[in-house]
């Protein structure tokens, strides 16, 4: 993940900005290995030794030059590194338990950009949020409602 702190520190130089201990701490807390969405309260809860406040400084900054991207769910939104530190791919989000699943490609881009110059449209960017149950979930729910009967 060096490749990855290299370019976070290339983006603030870039723009100006210096890399202060609060930048590097909440890029580690995202950029950690299996690190899932996280929000806000998480990310304050998981970046230890900075206060609330820089914290939301920070992610203000990030969020303003491209370091981290919002999810939306629903109303509420996670974060996590955009596109340029992790590969593009988006998420299946249990609304029992909240886990958020990478989901796998398969032709999914492939058909986006298609779809979009079937329509004479370029596609830059886009979002796409699959919300439902996890398997666990689904089992659980089974269980429950066949306790109701
Ligand atoms: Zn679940
Ligand atoms: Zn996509």
């Not at 702190?5 to 807390?29: E, I």
């Not at 990310?43 to 820089?54: G, K, N, P």
């Not at 629903?74 to 590194?81: I, S, V």
Request: a neutral charge; glycine letters at 6%; hydrophobic letters at 35%.
């Amino acid at each position: 993940m060096s490749n990855a702190h290299d370019l976070f520190l290339d983006v603030l130089k870039q723009h100006g900005y210096s890399h202060t201990k609060a930048r590097v701490a909440v890029f580690d807390t995202f950029s950690k290995p299996g690190q899932e969405p996280l929000t806000m309260h998480e990310l304050v809860e998981q970046t230890h030794s900075v206060d609330r406040a820089s914290i939301y400084r920070t992610v203000a900054l990030f969020e303003a030059l491209g370091i981290v991207q919002r999810i939306h769910i629903g109303w509420k939104y996670k974060l996590e590194l955009s596109d340029i530190f992790a590969n593009h791919h988006h998420h299946l989000t249990c609304l029992d338990c909240k886990r958020m699943i990478e989901l796998s490609e398969g032709d999914l881009e492939v058909i986006i950009k298609r779809l979009s110059h079937d329509m004479h449209f370029t596609p830059v960017s886009h979002q796409l949020e699959i919300q439902g149950y996890c398997q666990a979930c689904q089992k659980q729910r089974r269980i429950a409602g066949a306790g109701t009967n």
